[in-house]
DNA sequence: ACGCATTAATTCACTTTGCGCATTTTTTCA
DNA sequence: TGAAAAAATGCGCAAAGTGAATTAATGCGT
């Protein structure tokens, strides 16, 4: 990767990190995006060139997307061949992928937000809209697997199986995390693991996979 | 009702119904406020005292909620005893209860603002967020009636299979309602049922109730 | 029918958002 | 090293959204 998309994600992480930040300790109405550029120690200007809306900056990007990699091997029915233990892997992929001091961040990260999700709830439509996109991603890879169409509507009950097993996974993970994050993200990361499977399991149980 | 909530109403659905058109005719980034609380001869002030946000206005009020009473009956295990059968019975009270001209109006509602969605797309998760936060009050009254912890696994599985089911319904229906509406809104409801009623046998088929 | 209390609507002034545009700075690559 | 490309900035402005004071409309008791 290049000085100059390190420089844009350094940018746009030092943004976002402000934004929650700031949001965190006077609550998001009391944060101006002047306040936030501030922060970041970059221009009013510069802030809107990578987000749109302050709260897109507060509420942050949503669950990770598996890569077109991912998906790919999904689609052809890889890598076990199960609908329901491919699925579990191709959501849990951006995870299992990323490396373990990335991963310590974003997991504190998520650790935060919920805390401010909790405290000021009109950010929790943003959120679950954030969840919404992803379903329908899901729902689309789905039906190309099981060579149907997006609108029917097995591939949206699966993809909803799926998603709501990650919702379910995120909120109950309890980070343990210090500010510092990196520590014991894998114990963090072994913990969303299991709740992972514990979801999966609970569906396994009350899924029948073909008709 | 009196003379004083009739009016709000009649100013709020004006307000809506201006919001909507305007936003169908020039595209909603080309809408003002001020537009809106004119067409709506009110004033902007106004406007705000009704929706906290043009989008607000624009996208309404998402997928009707079920009162208390059918809720009480769907805790307590009625009216047929069978999850799904109540389940499908709870969602779909609110358009069973409410008499047709009303009806009328907001399938007509639906369908052009599913048309303005497809439009302009960063409406969607707007849609989105309404339908999250039903499938959390439908989380709640599973959980109530299973006697789980909203926050258990089983409870937002039935909660986001419903949904499903209900999204899926209301995507699929194609209004062939004039501008006038209530003329063929009853053909509109059966219609919406049959969909509803396809979309739960699909749950039933794909659905173990039971452990 | 009258006046009084409530609640809604309006006006006004103000802060903040969000973005188009021209300019300057930084990075890339030949 | 020196253009070319891309990012950051400063400026200006239309629109969003809000608090506070004022005016109008409605409800209610007598």
């Given at each position: 990767m290049g000085l100059r998309e390190r420089k844009k994600a350094t940018t746009?992480?030092?943004?976002?990190?402000?934004?929650?930040?700031?949001?965190?300790?006077?609550g998001s109405e009391h944060v101006t995006v002047d306040d936030i550029a501030a922060a970041a120690d970059v221009s009013k200007r510069t802030f809107f060139?990578?987000?749109?809306s302050k709260e897109e900056a507060i509420v942050g990007d949503g669950p990770p997307r598996p890569d077109d990699e991912a998906r790919a091997v999904f689609?052809?029915?890889g890598p076990t061949g199960d609908l329901l233990d491919d699925l579990k892997i191709f959501l849990f992929?951006?995870?299992?992928?990323?490396?373990?001091?990335?991963?310590?961040?974003?997991?504190?990260?998520?650790?935060?937000?919920?805390?401010?999700?909790?405290?000021?709830?009109?950010?929790v439509p943003r959120v679950m809209a954030a969840f919404a996109d992803m379903e329908r991603y899901v729902g689309e890879?789905?039906?190309?697997?099981?060579?149907?169409?997006?609108?029917?509507?097995?591939?949206?009950?699966v993809a909803s199986l799926g998603i709501t097993a990650m919702r379910f996974s995120m909120r109950r993970l309890q980070t343990h995390a210090g500010a510092d994050g990196s520590a014991?993200?894998?114990?963090?990361?072994?913990?969303?693991?299991?709740?992972?499977?514990?979801?999966?399991?609970?569906?396994?149980?009350?899924?029948?996979?073909?008709?």
């Open positions: 746009r992480r030092a943004l976002q990190r402000a934004a929650v930040r700031l949001a965190v300790e006077r060139n990578y987000f749109s689609v052809a029915h992929s951006p995870l299992a992928d990323s490396d373990a001091e990335d991963l310590g961040q974003r997991l504190a990260d998520v650790h935060e937000r919920k805390r401010l999700a909790q405290r000021e709830p009109h950010l890879s789905v039906a190309e697997r099981l060579g149907e169409d997006p609108d029917d509507i097995r591939p949206q009950i014991d993200a894998r114990d963090d990361v072994s913990e969303l693991r299991a709740l992972f499977d514990q979801a999966f399991d609970a569906l396994r149980r009350t899924f029948r996979p073909a008709a």
